[in-house]
């Protein structure tokens, strides 16, 4: 079942995958920060994802505060108290919050329980708080669960399997990405060095440095660079440049304002067909199908 309201120049959506497990989606497209509130109690789990702007998650009768970036998520636990959604969020930004019961949650990992940290019998009393980085992997199925044009009869079973493989990805962790077992992470100047390089390869897209000039413009060796671009963001440069590419233009392609060919230019195909066939590999499609199907 989904519900949907109109919120001032946005949107809230709550979309329900059975019972004690719901997805929200909240949209602020004014130019004022905008108040959620929803009861949750302590039997929840909460994941929220913030895709554009930033968002404040208020407790304790505002003394206590959570922020989430563009970019960022946030996950919630604990069975002591209860954590109502109160939430403040800003111009212009986007959040998706998957919320289901600890027990539905443990279900899901029931043969793999040591797995997820949280889940271990010494802490299932014990709140957990987490602040990480989206992953592009992550960034694409939140995109597609914000943003999607399906028969309704089958809308509910397209979110249900989005939300399944998204928590798939958030756990999908080596044991080398843990901040504490992993020295490189609390370097912050090699974290901020890492940033950087991705903000280069964000910003030449069409005409990306090599990996070995990369490693010389953010003064980081080649190996570092490497390795510590998997912890922070989850994937190979080049692989998270490609998945970066194709959701721009999947993005400009909706628009549409601009042709294929001006879409693989921009992110550096230099003929159509192999700006296509990069697509399909991506999204299963080719560029003039996916915006037919948006169109019907």
Known sequence: MTQTKNIAQGSFQEVLIEDGFFVLKIQNDGALVQRVVREIDSSFIQF??????????????????????EENSLLLYNTQIDLPMNLELGAGSWLVSIVLTIRKFHLLFSSEADYIPFLSADNKEKKYYSQENVSPAIAVILSQIMNYNLHPSIKELYIKGKVYELISLYFNKSDDADIEQCPFLV???NVRRIRQAKEIMISRMAEPPTLAELSEEIGLSLK????????????????????????????????????????????????????????????????????????N
């Not at 230019?265 to 590999?281: E, P, Q």
């Open 48 to 69: 929220h994802f913030c895709l554009k702007g930033g968002a404040k998650f208020i407790f304790n009768e505002g003394r206590y505060a959570l922020e989430v970036s």
């Open 187 to 189: 370097d912050e100047d």
């Open 224 to 295: 570092k660079l490497k390795e510590g671009f998997k912890q922070i963001y989850g994937d190979s440069v080049f692989s998270f440049l490609f998945d970066y590419k194709m959701e721009y233009a999947r993005k400009m392609l909706e628009t549409g304002q601009h042709n294929v060919n001006e879409v693989g230019l921009r992110v550096g195909y230099s003929t159509a067909s192999h700006f296509i066939s990069a697509f399909k590999k991506k999204y299963g499609t080719t560029p003039k199908k996916y915006l037919m199907a948006l169109a």
